[in-house]
């Protein structure tokens, strides 16, 4: 006979039974600015409907504040994209352990249920997701309205066991958990298990590798009027702080930058010039964000030309080092490196594309066929309200929500030059000499490596391969419009 577990999802599977900061980051990410704070206005009402025994009414405003005119296709995209990292941090693992020790696996939601089903099916392993349905209109909107009555969930879990009744029911006695009395057992939380024996045992959840969307911390009440109050203030500081560093010289920089709220934290020792006539130091880096190497030029005061492989025109023009773009044809591209390693110094970042979780995608061989000169740089950064990179939206962004940040800092570890017995003058292969470096540069930062791609990262959180086609300047002001355009729904 087969184990089942019907497990609630709020309060139980996730620690807090609020689901508020969901719909806000579905308000920020698929709507925009407008949005995010009138549903932050209407938070006291929502809490008071709430108090007063009427939760499903606050729980019916939140959807309707957040989906209503909004494409279902953009809502299942924050779903996929944005919220499984913010759900990951606030699972609670002793239900998961619980949870997971069962064949079949049920999870009751009172979200949409297009909100979770990713989540919870990819990185729960959860079989089955019952949680309410958006109403959509036949141009793919939603109208912010729910098909049937929330208490029906109780109904489906029903239909989902006509032959045999759930093992085991997971959730709070106090919430609208119908559906327990349909298990054989129930629990209720806090649950409390043997972590030590346990630990050897548990199949941990899918760990979140990809995670797009530009706010940092969840966006609790209090967080979220932070960041709204922050956020003309941060603009302000970000045009100061981009002027400041476009107009004053590589050198001068690591000096202004604590004045204007900025730090630069440097590890190891970087190396010493090069002298004329030789090549260059090919400064292999992990990449963190697009200031990777321009961080790099600050630290070693000097401007270094940087290896680029699908950025927009705009970034192009407003780089302050010079950048070489690759075509992702193998020989033209080892010509134009091997041609800028002639002139000096060069920064290559060989993920190809940026990665905020503590993984490293796999690397490009192609540079360790190239020199023999190749110092390894650890790139890390810390930032305490917006993310600098994106996937779903407009990258020539990145920069300028980077220094909205109240405190942006960044750290540079120099590792010492591979010597000629790990390069492939030794005879190694630059497939070999590349997973080393891999693996080296996470071992400083405490990260793990992977054998994800871009491409990988791209399908993964907007559905293409991350290709940036060169398009004209009137095409790049229609794409900040069609930005900021959503932030008037």
Known sequence: MESSVVSELEGTLLKDTDPFCYFMLVAFEASGLVRFALL??????????EV???????????IFVATVGVRESEIESVARAVLPKFYMGDIDMDTWRVFSSYERRVVVTRMPRVMVEMFVKEHLRADEVVGSELVVNRFGYAIGLLEGDIN??????AKLFVDEKP???????????HFLSLCKEELHPPFHTDQRRCDHQIIRPLPVIFHDGRLVKRPTPSTALLILLWMPLGIIIAAIRIFVGLMLPMRVIPYMSHLFGGKIIVKGKPPPPVSSGNNGVLFVCTHRTLMDPVVLSTVLRHKIPAVTYSISRLSEILSPIPTVRLTRIREVDAERIQRELSKGDLVVCPEGTTCREPFLLRFSALFAELTDRIVPVAMNYRVGFFHATTARGWKGLDPIFFFMNPRPIYEVTFLNQLPVEATCSSGKSPHDVANYVQRILAATLGFECTNFTRRDKYRVLAGNDGTVSYISLVDQVKKVVSTFKPFFH
């Open 40 to 49: 932050l206005a209407l938070w006291p009402v929502i809490r008071l409907s």
């Open 52 to 62: 007063l025994g009427y939760g499903d009414v606050g729980l019916k405003l939140m």
């Open 152 to 157: 029906s969930i109780s109904c489906r879990v």
């Open 167 to 177: 093992s085991l029911g997971l959730g709070r006695p106090r919430s609208n958990s």
